[in-house]
Each structure stands twice: as C-alpha cells, then as structure tokens.
C-alpha cells in the first residue's frame, strides 16, 4: 500500500492542526495505520495507531489526551488532530501501515513521505 501525508505547517503553541494520511492500494481487514514523528536528532517516535477494521486506537503517553486519530474508510483516509501543541510537538510527522497492532516503527511494512509540523511560541 502507498500512503500520502499532508497538513503540516506552522502553529502556535496551544493551537491545532490536522494531519491526514491517504492510502492506495489494498487495505487488509486487520491492517493497522500508525503515525511516527522524528525530531531533528532523536529517534522516531510513535505517535497514535488505528486498526482499520475495529477502530481501535492506541496513543504515545507524550499525545495522550491532546492528539486524536481517526479513519475514513471511504476515502481510505487516517487523519490525526492535533490540539493543544507544544515546542516539543515540533517534527516531522509519517503515517505507516502495518498488519500488527504496535508501537515499534520496524513493525511497519510501508511508509508515506514525512510532513513537517513546526509550533512556535
């Protein structure tokens, strides 16, 4: 499957932005989209995942309560709202699929370009 990222940009801290993540190609029952974020000099780091079947959802403790993730199966579409950011929300931002419900990057078979997102304050 190719996935496609957009919607990253300049915000301010304690603004919103709305990231999405288009799909092409076959999407599996069980497949599962995930988002990672890399700041310039750490390690990627997962953000929030979706399975495409049940919905079920799963976030890092570091988003938890401010980034939500959600699906459009129609438009085989993940989106991922982004609230209240922060200086520390500053990356580049990747969506992913995969077939195992994880947090680990190498779980993920396929990945879309990066979409950057800056919070200034």
């Known amino acids: 499957v190719q996935l496609q990222a957009s919607g990253g940009g300049l915000a301010q801290v304690g603004g919103s932005l709305r990231l999405s993540c288009t799909l092409t190609?076959?999407?599996?029952?069980?497949?599962?989209t995930g988002w990672f974020r890399q700041a310039p000099g750490k390690e990627r780091e997962f953000v929030a995942l979706i399975r495409w079947s049940s919905g079920s959802t799963y976030y890092g403790d570091s988003v938890k309560g401010r980034f939500t993730i959600s699906k459009d199966n129609a438009k085989k579409m993940v989106a991922l709202q982004m609230n209240s950011l922060k200086p520390e929300d500053t990356a580049d931002y990747f969506c992913?699929?995969?077939?195992?419900?994880?947090?680990?990057?190498?779980?993920?078979?396929?990945w879309g370009q990066g979409t950057q997102v800056t919070v200034s304050s």
């Open positions: 992913a699929a995969g077939p195992v419900f994880s947090n680990i990057a190498s779980d993920y078979n396929d």
């Open positions: 190609g076959p999407i599996y029952t069980n497949y599962i």
